[in-house]
Nanobody
Framework: QVQLVESGGGLVQAGGSLRLSCAAS????????MGWFRQAPRKEREFVAA????????YYVDSVKGRFTISRDNAKSTVYLQMNSLKPEDTAVYYC???????????????????WGQGTQVTVSS
Protein backbone atom coordinates (compact mmCIF):
# COMPACT_ATOMS: atom_id res chain seq x y z
CA GLN A 1 0.00 0.00 0.00
CA VAL A 2 0.99 3.61 -0.58
CA GLN A 3 -0.02 6.47 1.69
CA LEU A 4 0.34 10.04 0.45
CA VAL A 5 0.29 13.31 2.37
CA GLU A 6 0.27 16.68 0.61
CA SER A 7 1.60 19.88 2.13
CA GLY A 8 2.68 23.36 1.11
CA GLY A 9 -0.64 24.86 0.19
CA GLY A 10 -1.74 28.25 1.39
CA LEU A 11 -2.80 31.74 0.45
CA VAL A 12 -0.73 33.65 -2.07
CA GLN A 13 -1.21 36.75 -4.18
CA ALA A 14 -1.53 36.54 -7.93
CA GLY A 15 1.89 36.32 -9.51
CA GLY A 16 3.37 34.61 -6.48
CA SER A 17 4.71 31.11 -6.02
CA LEU A 18 4.05 28.04 -3.94
CA ARG A 19 5.78 24.70 -3.73
CA LEU A 20 3.62 21.71 -2.95
CA SER A 21 5.05 18.51 -1.55
CA CYS A 22 3.64 15.02 -1.47
CA ALA A 23 5.32 12.60 0.90
CA ALA A 24 4.84 8.88 0.48
CA SER A 25 5.07 6.31 3.22
CA UNK A 26 7.21 3.23 3.01
CA UNK A 27 9.80 2.41 0.40
CA UNK A 28 7.51 1.82 -2.57
CA UNK A 29 7.62 5.40 -3.84
CA UNK A 30 10.40 4.75 -6.33
CA UNK A 31 8.25 2.18 -8.12
CA UNK A 32 5.38 4.63 -8.65
CA UNK A 33 4.49 7.08 -11.34
CA MET A 34 3.06 10.20 -9.72
CA GLY A 35 0.56 12.86 -10.62
CA TRP A 36 -0.97 16.08 -9.39
CA PHE A 37 -4.64 16.90 -9.79
CA ARG A 38 -6.75 19.80 -8.61
CA GLN A 39 -10.39 20.45 -7.91
CA ALA A 40 -11.95 23.87 -7.64
CA PRO A 41 -15.29 24.40 -5.89
CA ARG A 42 -18.18 23.04 -7.93
CA LYS A 43 -15.84 21.84 -10.65
CA GLU A 44 -14.63 18.42 -11.66
CA ARG A 45 -11.21 17.19 -10.69
CA GLU A 46 -8.70 17.95 -13.42
CA PHE A 47 -5.26 16.72 -14.30
CA VAL A 48 -2.37 19.09 -13.64
CA ALA A 49 0.95 17.30 -14.02
CA ALA A 50 2.50 13.86 -13.99
CA UNK A 51 5.96 12.38 -13.69
CA UNK A 52 7.29 8.93 -14.44
CA UNK A 53 8.84 6.77 -11.76
CA UNK A 54 12.37 7.79 -12.72
CA UNK A 55 11.54 11.46 -13.23
CA UNK A 56 12.76 11.30 -16.81
CA UNK A 57 9.34 12.03 -18.32
CA UNK A 58 6.85 14.70 -17.35
CA TYR A 59 3.53 15.88 -18.71
CA TYR A 60 1.43 18.98 -18.02
CA VAL A 61 -2.00 20.30 -18.75
CA ASP A 62 -1.77 23.20 -21.20
CA SER A 63 -3.01 25.78 -18.70
CA VAL A 64 0.03 25.33 -16.42
CA LYS A 65 2.80 24.75 -18.96
CA GLY A 66 5.66 27.15 -18.39
CA ARG A 67 4.41 28.01 -14.91
CA PHE A 68 4.35 24.72 -13.00
CA THR A 69 7.11 22.16 -12.64
CA ILE A 70 6.71 18.66 -11.30
CA SER A 71 9.73 16.89 -9.86
CA ARG A 72 10.54 14.05 -7.53
CA ASP A 73 13.18 12.98 -5.07
CA ASN A 74 12.99 9.23 -4.68
CA ALA A 75 15.54 9.27 -1.87
CA LYS A 76 13.10 11.41 0.12
CA SER A 77 10.00 9.61 -1.18
CA THR A 78 8.59 12.99 -2.17
CA VAL A 79 7.11 14.53 -5.29
CA TYR A 80 6.91 18.30 -5.72
CA LEU A 81 4.87 20.76 -7.67
CA GLN A 82 6.55 24.13 -8.04
CA MET A 83 3.91 26.68 -8.98
CA ASN A 84 5.03 30.05 -10.29
CA SER A 85 3.12 33.01 -11.70
CA LEU A 86 0.02 31.85 -9.91
CA LYS A 87 -3.36 33.04 -11.10
CA PRO A 88 -6.69 33.21 -9.28
CA GLU A 89 -7.96 30.44 -11.53
CA ASP A 90 -5.33 28.15 -10.00
CA THR A 91 -7.30 28.22 -6.75
CA ALA A 92 -8.26 24.66 -5.89
CA VAL A 93 -7.58 21.74 -3.63
CA TYR A 94 -4.51 20.00 -5.00
CA TYR A 95 -4.17 16.24 -4.74
CA CYS A 96 -1.24 13.99 -5.40
CA UNK A 97 -1.75 10.50 -6.73
CA UNK A 98 0.34 7.39 -7.26
CA UNK A 99 0.22 4.27 -9.36
CA UNK A 100 2.71 1.43 -9.34
CA UNK A 101 3.89 1.72 -12.91
CA UNK A 102 7.46 1.91 -14.10
CA UNK A 103 9.29 2.75 -17.26
CA UNK A 104 8.32 6.02 -18.89
CA UNK A 105 4.65 5.76 -17.99
CA UNK A 106 2.78 8.92 -17.04
CA UNK A 107 -0.90 8.97 -16.18
CA UNK A 108 -3.11 11.87 -17.27
CA UNK A 109 -6.45 10.50 -16.08
CA UNK A 110 -7.53 10.20 -12.46
CA UNK A 111 -8.75 6.71 -13.25
CA UNK A 112 -5.19 5.57 -13.89
CA UNK A 113 -4.19 6.16 -10.27
CA UNK A 114 -4.72 3.86 -7.32
CA UNK A 115 -3.57 5.96 -4.36
CA TRP A 116 -4.51 9.50 -3.35
CA GLY A 117 -3.62 12.04 -0.72
CA GLN A 118 -6.20 14.08 1.15
CA GLY A 119 -5.36 17.29 -0.64
CA THR A 120 -3.94 20.69 0.20
CA GLN A 121 -5.72 23.99 -0.38
CA VAL A 122 -4.19 26.56 -2.69
CA THR A 123 -5.83 29.97 -2.76
CA VAL A 124 -4.62 32.70 -5.10
CA SER A 125 -5.96 36.16 -4.42
CA SER A 126 -6.32 38.88 -7.01
Amino acid sequence: QVQLVESGGGLVQAGGSLRLSCAASGRTFSSCAMGWFRQAPRKEREFVAAISWSGRRTYYVDSVKGRFTISRDNAKSTVYLQMNSLKPEDTAVYYCAAVQRGGTYVGVSQYEYDYWGQGTQVTVSS
